[in-house]
């Protein structure tokens, strides 16, 4: 209860900040070349610190200016460089915006309140601020895009490190695992084709589409009535894009399948090559005969991992129903590096932690049912301890790769720390003078060349 009156009150002082703001006679608080930032940009961004949950603090507005400065300069340079970014990306960042801000509203109708104004509105107010951010993100990138290091360059950083404040690294593994599915029969898909073609009746009867999608639909669209916002045919799946783009706007499509479940869609508006539709979704669930099935066929390839007629690796290739590992011989990837050491602290599903813990580095565990908490999803699986790396301070030996990304990422941060050197050194820059205490502007209020030659 303590947790939800300590969002009600960020929400609060967040919509409360916003309605001020609009009261506020708006002004420049800084320039950068010929672009303007004003009052109501540093204020816009501080509200959307406070609606994240943190705690009021002005000081965090020296923060949210020097990156309004830095965001300004990038997006300059990405004009020059003809960087661009298309309706399709921005959209996709404002409505993952939205949808943050209204989950923590608490609805799609009480953000609307809150805002004094529709949700399209408040969107196409953020719209410029976006597609700039965006812009300067793909500047930085290509600024950085072609950084490596050596082998050379690794070592030379590592050695450059203090040995009293190397890190120290907790207990690694790498392991593979091999996931059989359940396979629903024809008569079994049935049961959940079926109920999403109930609710498309119901619609078709009268009853409006998105209080359908909020009570029904399995999707994690549900509570913006299945609305998924403006996408082109690759943000898709095939099955779901060919009925999408088919249909003329308001049309309902018909019941149809794809690896998500039973879905119907409605198109709401088309632009261009983009399409706006809200849709139900009914998953499909395994039965107890499916997973009977999916059972019986790991058991086989157990045994066969077992008489030595094939290696996990290769069972893993060749019968293996997750996509992200199979062919790579079921090897799991650190999503944070790519690397394929993972720390046993960052195993995040305790199923996983507690089927590798007891294993011996070479070991094979017996199948067991496993089920996805985020996706609920049921699968069975098999895993393959291939090494385990003990708690350990940092060598090159045991944690190349880690040190190479880490020298990479300094390479990284001086190339940058260049780039806007040179381009601040040659950029008119003027701070409102309130702001000149601030430590994290100090660098941006040195004298430019610009100006020194005058």
Known sequence: ??????????????FNSLSAQEKLVDRII???????ISQSDLELEYTQFLAQGNKPDDKVKCYILQQLLTQKLLAQQAVIDSIEVSESEVDDQLNFRI???????????????FLNRSILQHKEELRPAVAEQLKGNKMQGQIVSKIDVTPEEVKRYFNSLDADSLPYFNTEIEYAQLVINPVLTKEEKDIFRNKAEGYRQQVLNGSDFGTIARLYSEDGSAPYGGELGFNTRENWV?????????????EISPVFETQFGFHFLQVLERRGEEVNV???LVKKQPTNESLNRAKAKIDSIADLIATKKLNFNQAASIYSDDQNTKYAGGVVSNMEDRSTLIPMDQLEDVEVFNALDPLQVGDISKPLLYTDKRMNEKSYRIYFLKSRIPPHKANMEQDFAKIKEAARQDKIN????????????????????????????????????????K
């Not at 209860?1 to 967040?14: A, E, H, N, P, W």
């Not at 949808?99 to 309140?113: I, N, T």
């Not at 806007?420 to 820059?429: A, Q, W």
């Open 278 to 280: 809200r849709h139900i």
């Open 1 to 14: 209860m303590k947790k939800l009156f300590g969002i009600l009150f960020i929400l609060t002082v967040y």
């Open 30 to 36: 800084a320039t950068v070349g010929s672009a303007h």
């Open 414 to 453: 001086r190339k940058l720390s260049e780039w806007f050197e040179s381009r601040r050194e040659t950029t008119y820059i003027d701070i409102n003078p309130e702001f000149m205490s601030c430590e994290e502007l100090k660098i941006w209020t040195k004298p430019t060349k610009e100006l020194a030659s």
């Open 238 to 250: 095939k099955e779901f894009s060919a009925q999408a783009f088919r249909l003329k706007k308001g």
């Open 99 to 113: 949808r943050s801000m209204v989950q923590r509203a608490g609805g799609k109708e009480r953000l609307e309140e």
